[in-house]
Nanobody, 124 residues
């Protein structure tokens, strides 16, 4: 069982940057892939980015390519999502997730473990 705790959200202005962290505990971190999802108010949960067990493969939704970067540090049991050039449409609750299997950016992929979320608000 893997427990995930996100941090790093906040209120920023258009064009600013944030780095979200996802601290894992309770399991073997290097045995799970990681994903970041977001859910804006009134909208469905959306896949944002994924990274495989050793950080060799990544996947992104088209709307964040070139602006967001997913990474992980297995020695610290922590994953990251660097958010650059933020836009108001990036406003959402961001969740990290983990799963034993690699999903890439396949729609509807199911992740086994989830964090509680962290709010990112981008003002115009």
């Amino acid at each position: 069982q893997v427990q995930l705790v996100e941090s790093g959200g906040g209120l920023v202005q258009t064009g600013d940057s944030l780095r979200l962290s996802c601290a894992a505990s309770g399991g073997s971190f290097s045995s799970v892939v990681m994903g970041w999802f977001r859910q804006a108010s009134g909208k469905e949960l959306e896949f944002v980015a994924g990274i495989d067990w050793l950080g060799r493969r990544t996947a992104y939704v088209d709307s964040v390519k070139g602006r967001f970067t997913i990474s992980r540090d297995n020695s610290k049991n922590t994953g990251y999502l660097q958010l650059n050039n933020l836009k108001p449409e990036d406003t959402a609750v961001y969740y990290c997730a983990a799963d034993p299997s690699w999903h890439g950016n396949r729609p509807g992929a199911k992740y086994s473990y989830w964090g509680q979320g962290t709010q990112v608000t981008v003002s115009s």
